[in-house]
């Protein structure tokens, strides 16, 4: 059976995972396209339902065995359901993970305050690549919405996302040591870190909080030549992801 109403009632459920009161209702977020749900079975994610395009109904069988309930959608239904301007033709509702806040066992990253999801889903993406596993999110946009988990490109799969207040976070923290990224911190190309870190990222425009300011034994930045004074908050994170983490002890 083929739904075709963007008025069904479980258009409207699938649909209402592109905002966060979704989100926190069903506890579900959305994957689109074949190669990022693949990703996301393979690393242990629970994978709820899976909605297919009318135009991939041949993919079926295959669909079934990554999720328990699969249904076809017409195109006005399955645009309805999808964020991407340009459907891939398949769409799963994902459970959140448990996010637990709890003290990091390597090197470790917290995001503080960043309000643009395109930026917390690259820096995401980087994380897991430079190996740092463990990210805390406080006051942060939802690494779960489906601009986020998009430029993560699978990121979140391989993450392990924390989400909590400044002061659980940094009660998780206690003993660690917090290395501030800052433009007036010290030139990151002259510091050997520590084995075990917590790299800390601010808000785009205000940069980090004073609480997490206060608890930073290190602030470090990236030296820039003039006019140029400030780079984006997930290249900027990016750089210093590698450096500190591939840096001579």
Do not use: W
């Amino acid at each position: 059976m083929v739904i075709v109403s963007k008025q069904n009632p479980l258009v409207k459920e699938l649909a209402s995972l592109k905002e966060k009161k979704g989100r926190r209702e069903r506890g579900t977020f959305l994957v689109e396209g074949g190669k990022m749900i693949s990703e996301c079975a393979a690393h242990g994610l629970k994978i709820v339902r899976i909605a297919l395009c009318e135009a991939r109904e041949r993919d079926l069988d295959r669909a079934k065995l990554l999720a328990p309930e699969v249904v076809v959608l017409g195109e006005d239904a399955f645009r309805a359901v999808c964020d991407e301007k340009t459907p891939q033709g398949i769409v799963a509702e994902v459970q959140i993970p448990p996010q637990t806040v709890a003290p990091p066992e390597g090197r470790a990253l917290l995001l503080d305050g960043l309000s643009d999801p395109a930026n917390v889903g690259a820096i995401v993406r980087t994380a897991a690549a430079s190996g740092y596993r463990e990210i805390y999110l406080a006051e942060c946009a939802d690494p779960f919405s489906p601009k986020c988990v998009r430029a993560s490109m699978s990121g979140i799969f391989f993450t392990k996302l924390m989400r909590g207040t400044r002061e659980e976070i940094l009660e998780a923290l206690e003993g660690v040591p917090l290395i501030a990224a800052d433009m007036g911190g010290e030139n990151v190309f002259f510091v050997s870190p520590p084995e075990k870190f917590c790299l800390c990222i601010g808000n785009e425009g205000n940069g980090l909080s004073a609480e997490v300011r206060a608890r930073a034994s290190l602030t470090v930045g990236i030296p820039m030549l003039p006019p140029v004074e400030s780079l984006n908050a997930a290249v900027s994170a990016g750089i210093l992801m590698y450096f500190l983490g591939y840096a001579k002890k």
